[in-house]
């Protein structure tokens, strides 16, 4: 079982580049998100989506955007990349009501 | 808007000693989670608990829910290194549909010889 897979694990970007974050589920799960996470932060919610074709933002949308075309994929792009998008980025899945699958992150440095 | 706190945020016990961490929201809810996470990995699921008075228990981890007080506890007994991670609690608003989960900021627990 795969489960929750993220891709990449390591990602270095400079300023003002672009990049996707990769998420694909294999459980079928309706629910989907995006959470970054800072040190001593918690988690905070990027983007979310209920099903293929529908997306919502979260807490902290700005500067990411998302697409879900697929029930499986949920890729997460970064445009122009600031610093302050240096963070660990987790994928998770869900079905109804209930708790979360998380991916294993993706560490990004923005430099 | 939910708000989710946990306390305390650091705490450092000895092994073999009990303690609890506490987690407070501000909203209705009927459904609460607690996750470990492990220095640079991600989040495990360790309770779900779906209803007032709820109580789950593994090994020497047990958390229990009391949604009049918007109140849930993980009580550690007899800790041992192995538990030395961070832990998160986390809340929807089932009334309102399928919500994205709000987290607290984790409780590092740190158990020392």
């Known amino acids: 079982n795969a489960g929750v897979t993220q891709t990449p694990k390591f990602r270095i970007l400079k300023i003002g580049q672009s990049m996707t974050l990769q998420c694909t589920q294999d459980?079928?799960?309706?629910?989907m998100y995006w959470y970054r996470q800072d040190p001593g932060m918690g988690l905070k919610l990027i983007y979310y989506s209920v099903g293929a074709g529908i997306t919502d933002k979260g807490e902290v949308p700005n500067g990411y955007n998302v697409s879900r075309s697929t029930t499986e994929d949920f890729p997460l792009r970064l445009e122009l990349a600031a610093p302050s998008q240096t963070s660990v980025y987790f994928c998770?899945?869900?079905?109804?009501?209930?708790?979360?699958?998380f991916g294993s992150g993706t560490r990004l440095t923005v430099v | 808007e939910l708000k989710v706190e946990q306390n305390p945020l650091f705490l450092s016990m000895q092994e073999g000693k009990n303690y609890t961490i506490y987690c407070n929201y501000s909203t209705t809810s009927d459904r609460l989670y607690w996750y470990r996470q492990d220095p640079g990995k991600s989040l495990e699921s360790l309770f779900v608990?779906?209803?007032?008075?709820a109580v789950k228990q593994e090994g020497r981890l047990m958390a229990s829910l009391d949604t009049k007080a918007r109140l849930s506890t993980l009580h550690i007994t007899a800790a041992v290194h192995d538990l030395s991670a961070t832990y998160f609690c986390?809340?929807?608003?089932?009334?309102?549909?399928?919500?994205?989960?709000?987290f607290g900021k984790g409780t590092r627990l740190s158990v020392i010889a």
């Open positions: 998770a899945s869900s079905p109804v009501g209930s708790g979360y699958t």
């Open positions: 459980m079928n799960h309706n629910y």
């Open positions: 608990l779906l209803s007032n008075g």
């Open positions: 986390a809340v929807d608003t089932v009334n309102s549909g399928n919500t994205p989960l709000v």
